[in-house]
């Protein structure tokens, strides 16, 4: 039974959220409200504005803030031939060093100028308000010419901008990696697949493709079937706390167990079926495999067995096992 | 005259890499484990005669949390090493090692360079590099800063296009002698130029192809790598400076961080045969010579650099061992090693490797 397993493809985030403190929360509050701040520096404007100086550290305070733009002469560009998903803009467009009028030095940003050939080095470029405006950097972005912006619509009763959300992201697409695949084709075929290292002998399930102790890698020649059947080394009792996105309200438990013929444990067992007050280092279970096995959060990582694959874990009704022989493998 | 080393000098005593892989297929702790076997069965030590294990690699590469822990794997998981992680290129793992084995107590260290980048678009890791608030925000990634510097380089008359053609033309040419390289071969500077722009005034070609790939460097105190070495390699000079986060504050043009690194690291002390440079995008070739001072009579990345093979987080120490082997080969007597971090060389490394007195 031939099964196709996609290739990984998920996106891990983070959101992040940062207190913008003295200087950036007036300048993140300017954009939002329609008007860029920056810092004046002994003789000259920074812009961005600054919390310090930068030729000594010395602390450059909101009283130095000053309004520069809405306009502003491009000194440095690069044309954005096919953009990232994180880029401002879905269509080709310009980064561009721009110094606003009434500053010294350039911030970077983008020009939604259209075509290339819009743009050149000390051109004009002027500022655009976004219809959104949250308190980014992103709430405006620049065009070519010297049109002065229409003058946003400001929630006279907002707060200054305290904290800046930035949601950070990254797409990740791989194949699984040989031992991975295999490994999970055998469980959609009901059967776990280890890897016997060629060093020791000794049968790791589910492998990662690797003997970390005699730092040997391994090959699918090395690949083993294992028994769906084992001693559990060590348990605990998961009490789920309440937090964001938790399901489960019951307590539960989760074990390692020592597969017959393996070497090394499987982790994160999940146990339902059972008391805890039963439950025991030692004990023997025996897979339930699920009538139909499929599962959609495959990876190149798994330490565990995949919980889409059983249905439970059931006594085998054999004596239990003297834990002193499994003291080895608790973990 | 050749260099004399003293008692607290540390040499380079070997060196191992893996192939650039546009794609590896196994886990990156498999090809960790080639380098770090090649490096101590070279070297005839065990594991356990490593006093320091260092690694740098970036989890998000490979979007998992933790993968550097992971990594470790690699270098044999019994018995436990001593170990230090930066979320750095290996070449600044290698200065922390070189830093700890000057404390004496122990004098042998191990340094690793690692990445699995294939699974991301490295552009929309390497912009959360830069500053939080008024650039990350922007997605505005270190290809499309490298844009902006090459941009401001023709500007002010110090490159053409056709000088940054050139770099890729020498490189891939240079290329063609290395096993590991991902490209190579031979192409016309009026062929490239002929290319379309990718983050203009660059083309594709001007910026370097990301891989999956390790690096990994045993270095030894004096006494102990003339054990262990008999061509050891002696790191005479490392330093390494920063400049501001802010493209607005700096001149892209030049590379002050650079140039105090190499002050710092004594590059201008004597010739220099090689020099091994981490440039991701062609036209920095260009601002790195000046920084360096290097004239025509330095070999620059005789391995074709990265423009032809980049296994990020490894590109930089790969960039030493470049300039070692060229050494513990007879080829060269001194050279530099460089490396670089950030977006248009934020962060600059020099190394100046040199052969032993007999």
Redesign the interface.
């Known amino acids: 039974m031939a099964t196709q397993l996609p290739d ?1 493809d ?1 996106t ?1 985030e983070y959101p ?1 959220t ?1 207190t ?1 403190g003295p200087i ?1 929360g007036p ?2 509050t300017g954009l939002r409200d329609g008007r860029i701040l920056g810092s004046r520096v002994g003789d000259r404007v ?3 504005p ?1 919390e310090y100086d ?1 030729s000594d550290g010395s602390t450059v305070g909101p009283e130095n803030l000053v309004e520069v733009g809405p306009g502003g002469t491009v000194e ?7 953009p ?5 803009f879905d269509r080709p467009f310009a ?3 721009i110094r606003l009028d009434g500053a010294d ?6 020009v939604d100028a259209g075509s ?1 050939d819009a743009m050149s ?1 000390g051109m004009r470029v002027v500022v655009r308000f976004n219809d959104e405006r949250l308190g ?3 709430d405006v972005h620049f065009v070519p010419g010297d049109e002065a912006p229409e003058p946003p619509t400001v929630d006279a009763d907002a707060e200054p901008v305290g904290i ?1 959300e ?1 949601v ?1 992201g ?6 699984l ?3 991975r695949k295999r490994f999970l084709e055998g469980l959609l075929q009901k059967k776990i697949i280890g890897q016997r290292s060629p060093a020791d002998g000794k049968v790791h399930v589910p492998s ?3 003997d ?6 391994m090959s699918a020649e090395d690949d083993v079937e294992v028994e769906g059947k084992g001693t559990v080394t060590s348990f605990t009792e998961i009490t789920p706390i309440q937090y964001h996105g938790q399901t489960e309200t019951e307590p539960y438990i989760r074990c390692s167990l020592l597969l017959d013929g393996a070497d090394t444990t499987i982790g994160g067992v999940d146990i339902r079926h059972i008391p805890i007050e039963d439950f025991k280092v030692g004990m023997r279970l025996e897979i339930v495999w699920r009538d139909t096995i499929s599962f959609d959060d495959e990876d ?2 798994g330490y565990g067995l995949n919980e889409g694959v059983y249905e439970r874990w059931e006594r085998t009704g054999e004596p239990d096992v003297d834990p002193e022989l499994v003291k080895e493998h608790n973990f | 005259m050749a260099f004399e080393p003293q008692e607290n000098d540390i040499a380079i005593i070997g060196v191992a890499q893996t192939a650039a892989h546009a794609r590896f297929d196994g886990p990156e702790v498999v090809m960790i484990m080639d380098c770090v076997n090649t490096l101590l069965g070279d070297a005839g030590i065990e594991r356990p005669d490593v006093g320091f294990t260092i690694a740098g690699s970036c989890d998000y590469l490979s979007g998992m949390p933790f993968a550097f822990v992971s990594n470790v794997d690699g270098m044999g998981a019994w018995p436990p090493v001593y170990e230090s992680h930066v979320e750095m290129d290996g070449a600044w793992a290698l200065f922390e090692a070189w830093l700890r084995l000057q404390m004496g107590d122990i004098d042998v260290a191990m340094v690793v360079g690692s990445g699995k980048s294939s699974p991301c678009n490295a552009r929309e890791v390497f912009h959360l590099q830069a500053d939080p608030y008024v650039v990350a925000p922007l997605g505005l990634d270190p290809d499309a800063l490298a844009g902006i510097q090459a941009r401001a380089l023709i500007d002010a008359g110090k490159a053409s296009e056709a000088d940054i053609a050139g770099v890729v033309a020498r490189s891939r040419a240079a290329a063609a002698s290395n096993p590991n390289a991902q490209v190579s071969g031979s192409v016309s500077v009026d062929s490239l130029l002929a290319e379309p722009y990718d983050m203009a005034p660059l083309r594709a070609h001007d910026v370097s192809p990301k891989a999956d790939g390790a690096a990994a460097i045993l270095i030894a105190r004096r006494d102990r790598a003339l054990e262990l070495s008999d061509n050891p390699v002696w790191i005479t000079g490392l330093d390494h400076r920063i400049e501001s986060h802010h493209a607005g504050l700096r001149d892209l043009t030049d590379s002050v961080s650079t140039r105090l690194a190499a002050a710092g690291a004594g590059v201008a002390d004597g010739p220099v045969d090689v020099a091994e440079l981490h440039i991701t995008h062609a036209h920095e070739e260009i601002i790195l010579r000046d920084a360096l001072g290097l004239d025509d009579s330095t070999a620059v990345n005789p391995s074709g650099g990265p423009l032809c093979g980049d296994p990020v987080m490894a590109t930089g120490l790969t960039r030493i061992i470049e300039v070692a082997r060229r050494i513990q080969s007879g080829e060269a007597s001194r050279g530099v090693g460089h490396a670089a971090s950030g977006a248009a060389l934020q962060q600059n490394l020099v190394v100046v490797l040199e052969e032993g007195g007999a």
Request: with cysteine; charged share 15%; aromatic share 12%.
């Open positions: 990984i998920f891990l992040y940062r913008t950036m300048f993140l920074l812009c961005p600054v930068p440095g560009w690069t044309w954005v031939a096919e990232t998903s994180k880029h401002p980064f561009a060093q030095t350039t911030m970077l940003h983008a290339i080095t980014s950097v992103t800046m930035h950070i990254v797409r990740i697409r791989e194949p990696q040989p031992h990662r493709g690797y970390a102790i005699n730092r040997v890698a190149n990582r």
